[in-house]
């Protein structure tokens, strides 16, 4: 992607959390103010230790500072009046047929007045309870309606439902606890969701060859569901045409890009002690050039819809494969940020991503194309065995790796990656016996630094243990990720 798309690919990083911005900065002043300290409640949920660059907050009421819930109480006030008013959404204006029909009884009301002579008395009373009569459909249709609800959770504030503070908390961090804005940004998304049809965009076929531009895959450290988004994908013509071609396709598009956030969405739990955001990756190795003007209108579109109807669903951006260009505009965009939304920006060179994910996703979630042990519909390793070991490798010396292999006939598998690579590396089985061989199971390479992880099985015919040998030659500590698991042959027929 060019320098101008990564600006608004930067915005939509900034966009989808822009309007949380400055609370924190308030949040922070007050903290220094009253120097009050939050009370640990053994009944909640035990949270997970955030990163110090940015910290979510909590979505209890009781963890709320007063002028939080002040606002929070407000906005739930004026949302159970809309609701009960039947003014959350806008007044549908008369159809162009209704209309005519109108002015069609007024005028035929005007040739009978012209005729007053013949009309009787009992006929005039008739034709003025026609209007009447006209009115009582209107008033028929104010149903109220008390089910309204956005991502699943009840509006209703009088619903006591537990996932609505959660909702309004994101409107308002979003426009800072100022309650009339939190309010009309709620109202114009209810509006824009039943324009758009977005409430049954679940049940819709689309964007089957983009699957690959951004997909949900696994979780982070903290239970955060990942969204990956791969903007190297458009380098290939055929894809990009077929992707932006028409207005049609660029709609169907951004269409595409609402319906897997609301997948996103449904991966998350909206309750004061649930994971209520996602964590947003932004590979851009590859990204298009300037040329692709298409996509940066659509992405200007994505942009503004995405900020604008899904406030406070993105915990963290993390942006990797960074090119050259990236920095200058950064240093370019960077007065205009507050520290809010920077301290929700990491970047990675294409040096650091291993190393950059891993702070935030285990190795078993990270796919392997980034230096993790993930791959695509492989079930060798289950939550249960699947735990990752991890090894420190000091400059200039060598550690190796044992992996008992006691039974005979059993299968060993393993996964290894060395963060940075730039290591002489080897396997062999060691026999028990002493005077049987060792067996190379891989001999001595170098492996250099753009190595994907290793996966490698070994099946022992004798008592022994496979050993896995990392030499670092560096002048720099590296870190050795590993896990494996031994698979028992079945023995029955």
């Given at each position: 992607?060019?320098?101008e798309?990564?600006?608004?690919?930067?915005?939509?990083?900034?966009?989808?959390?822009?309007?949380?911005?400055?609370?924190?900065?308030v949040?922070e002043?007050?903290?220094?103010?009253?120097?009050?300290?939050?009370?640990?409640?053994?009944?909640?949920?035990?949270?997970?230790e955030?990163?110090?660059?940015?910290?979510?907050?909590?979505?209890?009421?009781?963890?709320?500072?007063?002028?939080?819930?002040k606002?929070?109480?407000?906005?739930?006030?004026?949302?159970?009046?809309?609701?009960?008013?039947?003014?959350?959404?806008?007044?549908?204006?008369?159809?162009?047929?209704?209309?005519?029909?109108?002015?069609?009884?007024?005028k035929?009301?005007?040739?009978?007045?012209?005729?007053?002579?013949?009309?009787?008395?009992?006929?005039?009373?008739?034709?003025?309870t026609?209007?009447?009569?006209?009115?009582?459909?209107?008033?028929?249709?104010?149903?109220?309606?008390?089910d309204?609800?956005?991502?699943?959770?009840?509006?209703?504030?009088?619903?006591?439902?537990?996932?609505?503070?959660?909702?309004?908390?994101?409107?308002?961090?979003a426009?800072?606890?100022?309650v009339?804005e939190?309010?009309?940004?709620?109202?114009?998304?209810?509006?824009?969701?039943?324009d758009f049809?977005?409430?049954?965009?679940?049940?819709?076929?689309?964007?089957?060859?983009?699957?690959?531009?951004?997909?949900?895959?696994?979780?982070?450290?903290?239970?955060?569901?990942?969204?990956?988004?791969?903007?190297?994908?458009?380098e290939?013509?055929?894809l990009?045409?077929k992707?932006?071609r028409?207005?049609?396709?660029?709609?169907?598009?951004?269409?595409?890009?609402?319906?897997?956030?609301?997948?996103?969405?449904q991966?998350?739990?909206?309750?004061?002690?649930?994971?209520?955001?996602?964590?947003?990756?932004?590979?851009?190795?590859n990204?298009?050039?300037l040329?692709?003007?298409?996509?940066?209108?659509?992405?200007?579109?994505?942009?503004?819809?995405?900020?604008?109807?899904?406030?406070?669903?993105?915990?963290?951006?993390?942006?990797?494969?960074?090119?050259?260009?990236?920095?200058?505009?950064?240093?370019?965009?960077?007065?205009?940020?507050?520290?809010?939304?920077?301290?929700?920006?990491?970047?990675?060179?294409?040096?650091?991503?291993?190393?950059?994910?891993?702070?935030?996703?285990?190795?078993?979630?990270?796919?392997?194309?980034?230096?993790?042990?993930?791959?695509?519909?492989?079930?060798?390793f289950?939550?249960?065995?699947?735990?990752?070991?991890?090894?420190?490798?000091?400059?200039?010396?060598?550690?190796?790796?044992e992996?008992?292999?006691?039974?005979?006939?059993?299968?060993?598998?393993?996964?290894?990656?060395?963060?940075?690579?730039?290591?002489?590396?080897?396997?062999?089985?060691?026999?028990?016996?002493?005077?049987?061989?060792?067996?190379?199971?891989?001999?001595?390479?170098?492996?250099?630094a753009?190595?994907?992880?290793?996966?490698?099985?070994?099946?022992?015919?004798e008592?022994?243990?496979?050993?896995?040998?990392?030499?670092?030659a560096?002048?720099?500590?590296?870190?050795v990720?590993?896990?494996?698991?031994?698979?028992?042959?079945?023995?029955?027929?």
């Open positions: 992607m060019t320098v798309v990564k600006v608004e690919e930067t915005q939509m990083a900034e966009a989808v959390v822009a309007q949380e911005d400055s609370k924190k900065d949040e002043s007050q903290n220094v103010a009253s120097g009050e300290e939050k009370e640990v409640n053994d009944s909640k949920p035990r949270i997970v955030r990163s110090a660059s940015y910290k979510e907050e909590s979505n209890f009421f009781s963890d709320l500072k007063e002028f939080e819930r606002a929070l109480n407000e906005l739930k006030s004026k949302l159970e009046e809309a609701i009960l008013g039947n003014s959350l959404f806008k007044k549908e204006e008369p159809k162009k047929n209704e209309k005519q029909g109108s002015e069609n009884v007024e035929e009301k005007e040739e009978e007045k012209e005729k007053g002579e013949s009309e009787t008395p009992i006929e005039e009373e008739a034709s003025k026609e209007p009447e009569e006209e009115k009582k459909p209107e008033e028929k249709g104010t149903e109220i309606d008390r309204i609800s956005l991502w699943g959770v009840p509006l209703l504030p009088s619903k006591c439902a537990e996932g609505t503070d959660v909702v309004l908390l994101k409107f308002l961090r426009r800072e606890f100022k009339n939190a309010f009309e940004m709620l109202r114009k998304t209810m509006q824009w969701r039943k049809n977005i409430d049954s965009i679940l049940d819709e076929n689309l964007g089957a060859d983009l699957s690959s531009v951004a997909y949900m895959n696994g979780v982070d450290r903290e239970g955060h569901p990942v969204c990956y988004n791969i903007y190297g994908v458009f290939n013509e055929e990009y045409q992707t932006f028409t207005e049609e396709k660029r709609e169907q598009f951004l269409r595409w890009r609402f319906q897997l956030m609301e997948k996103g969405i991966k998350l739990d909206l309750r004061p002690s649930g994971v209520s955001s996602l964590l947003q990756i932004n590979d851009l190795k990204s298009p050039g040329s692709k003007k298409e996509l940066r209108i659509a992405m200007k579109q994505a942009v503004s819809a995405l900020q604008d109807n899904y406030p406070e669903f993105v915990a963290r951006n993390v942006f990797i494969n960074v090119p050259f260009w990236y920095y200058a505009l950064n240093a370019l965009l960077s007065p205009f940020l507050t520290q809010r939304t920077k301290s929700k920006f990491v970047v990675a060179h294409p040096a650091k991503v291993t190393e950059t994910l891993l702070k935030h996703i285990p190795a078993e979630e990270v796919p392997v194309q980034y230096g993790g042990f993930k791959r695509e519909n492989d079930f060798e289950t939550g249960e065995d699947g735990a990752v070991s991890e090894l420190t490798i000091k400059a200039g010396s060598t550690e190796t790796i992996i008992p292999a006691d039974e005979v006939g059993s299968t060993f598998v393993w996964d290894l990656t060395v963060l940075g690579w730039e290591v002489n590396y080897k396997e062999e089985f060691v026999p028990k016996d002493e005077g049987s061989y060792t067996i190379i199971v891989q001999k001595t390479k170098k492996l250099g753009q190595e994907e992880p290793i996966r490698n099985t070994f099946k022992n015919n008592p022994g243990k496979v050993v896995l040998t990392i030499g670092n560096s002048s720099k500590k590296k870190r990720l590993y896990r494996y698991k031994a698979k028992k042959e079945d023995s029955s027929f």
